[in-house]
């Protein structure tokens, strides 16, 4: 195994979908432990990121900024973690690959702050890559400064790896509904994991 810590978020308002989209399930499990067991064998250092009000039956960890967003919790897991580098995932990618954690460590060489996935139009997956804990005070920084947006914090960086989306894709590197996630009951009810 790596030296790496595994993130996997769970919180948020979940406004479009109605309810805590965590705990929902997709045939017997919740959605969070479908992503755990997509992640377990990547890091000895798994968690849940939760809100420190919640209680789950898997190893978690408390959020540390109130009312911190996507961003806050980011902050929180690489305080936690026990390595350099962070994996985090939404809680919310029913059809996540765990070989995207390979592809994104691939490219994560000396001075790399964050390896994140990068569409063709430009839109970047924050809440599926990899944080160095280089970055832990410039988000501390921004959050203190008032600022939620993920897309802030990154265009302060210096040294952001895009990784191509399409590239891994049409490479078979993953598959290309890796991404998907689920904001609404219609969303949750196309899913087929079979």
């Not at 992503?35 to 990121?49: A, N, R, T, Y």
């Amino acid at each position: 195994m790596t030296d790496l810590s595994i993130a996997i978020l769970c919180g948020g308002d979940a406004s479009r979908f109605g309810a805590d989209k965590t705990r929902v399930k997709i045939g017997e499990r919740p959605l969070y432990k479908v992503i755990w067991d997509k992640l377990e064998g990547k890091s000895e250092d798994l968690f849940l990121q939760i809100d420190p009000e919640d209680e789950y039956d898997l190893p978690a960890r408390p959020d540390l900024v109130s009312e911190g967003g996507p961003l806050g919790a980011i902050y929180s897991a690489l305080t936690h973690a026990e390595h350099d580098w962070l994996f985090v995932s939404a809680c919310d990618l029913p059809y996540l690959d765990p070989r995207i954690v390979d592809e994104l460590l691939l490219r994560a060489d000396e001075g790399t702050e964050v390896v994140i996935p990068q569409w063709r139009s430009g839109y970047l997956e924050p809440l599926t890559a990899l944080y160095h804990s280089s970055v832990l005070f410039r988000i501390e920084n921004i959050l203190e400064g008032g600022t939620r947006k993920i897309t802030d914090f990154l265009d302060q960086l210096d040294r952001v790896k895009e990784v191509s989306v399409e590239e891994l894709v049409e490479g078979g590197k993953i598959p290309s509904n890796c991404f998907y996630n689920v904001n609404t009951r219609e969303d949750l009810d196309s899913i087929n994991l079979s």
